[in-house]
Every structure is written in C-alpha cells, then in structure tokens.
C-alpha cells in the first residue's frame, strides 16, 4: 500500500516555474516507478513524466521535454517535477501516481495516485 501526497502547486506568470513534490508512505517507495500526469479541464488524464525504480533513467512528454524535469530521492521517498518555461496550456491539476509495471507512460499502469494538486499559468 502506497499513499501520495502532492504539493507545490499554485498560480504563476507564463515563463515562470514551479516544483512539485510528492511524498509517499510506506518503506517500498524505491520498489515503484513513479510518474506525474495532468489533467485539464474536460480533458483526459495525461502522461507528463515517469522516472524508474532507481532514478537512472526518465522519460517525457514531448510537450514538456526540455522544460520539466522529474527526479525522485528514495532516502525520503520524495518524487519531484521541476516545471520551468511554463505555458498557459500547462495548465492542469497534476497527479502523481506509482507503478509496478515498466509501461510507465500507460495510466492504466499505475495502482496508486495521489490526491492532485492545481496548477494555473496566467499568460
């Protein structure tokens, strides 16, 4: 059993940045890929960033490559988005989510989410 807790959120000027922080309980934190989705308004739920077991290797949306990066710390079971040059379209609550799978972009994937946290960029 995985619970996640995201924060960082909040309202910022397109170009500006934001980090999120999702803290997870539990002591299997470092057996879980993790990732972050987002999701706007009447729109699906969608991939934004995953980051494997150990960290050593990520994978991005093509719509935030270059501008997001995801990082986790296993010794504080802590997965983090560094969300810089943002845009108004990155506007979304984003949820971050665990799996035990290796298909991490696939939501279906992923067993646990956490609440979500709201995001807005104002052009």
């Known amino acids: 059993q995985v619970q996640l807790i995201e924060s960082g959120g909040g309202l910022v000027q397109a170009g500006g940045s934001l980090r999120l922080s999702c803290a997870a309980s539990?002591?299997?934190?470092?057996?879980?890929?993790m990732g972050w989705f987002r999701q706007a308004p009447g729109e699906e739920r969608d991939f934004v960033a995953a980051?494997?077991?150990?960290?050593?290797?990520?994978y991005y949306a093509s719509s935030v490559k270059g501008r997001f990066t995801i990082s986790r710390d296993n010794a504080k079971n802590t997965v983090y988005l560094q969300m810089n040059s943002l845009k108004p379209e990155d506007t979304a609550v984003y949820y971050c989510?665990?799996?035990?799978?290796?298909?991490?972009?696939?939501?279906?994937?992923?067993?646990?989410w956490g609440q979500g946290t709201q995001v807005t960029v104002s052009s």
């Open positions: 989510a665990a799996t035990s799978s290796t298909s991490y972009v696939n939501k279906g994937t992923y067993g646990y």
């Open positions: 539990g002591r299997t934190f470092s057996s879980y890929a």
């Open positions: 980051i494997s077991r150990s960290g050593a290797y990520t």
